[in-house]
């Protein structure tokens, strides 16, 4: 079974829709990362945890929420989507800051 | 403010023939580095990563990158490729956090 799991794989939705993205991961590491991907941007983080009670908000925030209901769980909503939040989205673990960090499949959203 | 450039957004070889991805960093320190690897459909995986333990670093699939700090560079070869190496390829570093840069998508032509 993959170490990091992300649900959906794929999702359609309309503009001003409320959506969540699930990340779950069983490799027992404390940090978490959402990061969006669009073509020629690379990877953009869009928050980070450390813990349950430690979130931080990354480079490109606004728009965007999230929720670390445990140590293996982390969600990212996009509270009333819009069309430019159609991405690549991916969940990350580590085990320390700065190590190496283990990616989900990715989440491919698109905001009509 | 911390940086990690890669040139070249696109590469193309010959299959057999020596690949070489560019990445510079922008750091008054020796950050630490990382390759990763995106396969088509895929999330990213580790290829090799720095740790001031050497300056030459191997990694997977016969990849290796060497930690330049007079040219603060972390280039990535690799002698010989293959047509399963066509991939993303994104260096990523920092000191404080680690940033991604933009990527590079290696073609590989029979």
């Known amino acids: 079974d993959a170490d990091v799991t992300q649900t959906p794989r794929n999702r359609i939705t309309k503009t001003g829709k409320r959506i969540m993205l699930e990340c779950s991961q069983t490799?027992?590491?404390?940090?978490m990362y959402w990061y969006r991907q669009d073509p020629g941007l690379g990877l953009q983080l869009i928050y980070y945890s450390f813990d349950v009670k430690d979130i931080n908000k990354g480079e490109i925030s606004d728009g965007y929420s999230v929720s670390r209901q445990a140590q293996a769980k982390f969600s990212l909503s996009l509270e009333s989507a819009i069309p430019n939040q159609t991405a690549l989205y991916f969940c990350?673990?580590?085990?320390?800051?700065?190590?190496?960090?283990?990616f989900g499949p990715g989440t491919r959203l698109t905001v009509l | 403010a911390q940086s990690v450039t890669q040139l070249g957004s696109h590469v193309s070889v010959s299959e057999g023939a020596l690949v070489l991805l560019r990445c510079n960093y922008s750091?008054?320190?020796?950050?630490?580095l990382f390759w990763y690897v995106q396969y088509p459909n895929q999330g990213l995986q580790l290829l090799l990563k720095y740790t001031s333990a050497a300056t030459l670093v191997k990694g997977i699939n016969g990849f290796e990158a060497e930690f330049k700090k007079s040219e603060t560079s972390f280039h990535l070869t690799k002698p010989s490729a293959h047509m399963s190496d066509a991939a993303e390829y994104f260096c990523a570093g920092g000191y404080q956090k680690v940033t991604f840069g933009t990527g590079t998508k290696l073609q590989v032509i029979p």
């Open positions: 990350a673990t580590s085990d320390l800051w700065l190590e190496t960090q283990y």
């Open positions: 490799k027992g590491h404390d940090r």
């Open positions: 750091s008054s320190v020796p950050p630490y």
